[in-house]
């Protein structure tokens, strides 16, 4: 059974810092595509970073890139995501997602296991 756990989510100032990770279990980081998304209330998630298998990083959001890094230990099977000059607009619940069923382990897989979201709250 896949569970994904967040943690890194918090109350930070504008310009602040935060490092999330998600620690997985019942599958291996190296193995399957990840992804982190965000939902900000009265608006759509949307994906922020991802990662496939073969350690490939895409950013979807034009407005993290160059603030937001994501990166992976695959030895303590832990996904992360560095955020740096965090902006109010910032503010979300954010997501880890993974992609285990998919053989091509891309960024086009369907994210089928999900964590339960971690806070990240930005003060202006």
């Keep these: 059974q896949v569970q994904l756990v967040e943690s890194g989510g ?3 100032q504008a310009g602040g810092s935060l490092r999330l990770s998600c620690t997985a279990s019942g599958l291996r980081t190296a193995d399957v595509a990840m992804a982190w998304f965000r939902q900000a209330p009265g608006k759509e998630r949307e994906r922020v970073s991802c990662i496939t298998r073969s350690g ?4 979807y959001i034009d407005s ?4 937001f890094t994501l990166s992976r230990d695959n030895s303590k099977n832990t996904l992360y995501l560095q955020m740096n000059s965090l902006k109010p607009e910032d503010t979300a619940m ?3 997602a993974a992609a285990p069923t998919s053989f091509r382990g ?3 897989s ?8 971690t806070q990240v709250t930005v003060s202006s």
């Design 94 to 96: 954010y997501y880890c």
């Design 64 to 67: 993290v890139k160059g603030r």
């Design 56 to 59: 490939g990083i895409m950013v």
């Design 10 to 12: 918090g109350l930070v």
């Design 106 to 108: 891309d960024c086009g």
């Design 110 to 117: 369907q994210f089928t296991d999900w964590g339960q979201g």
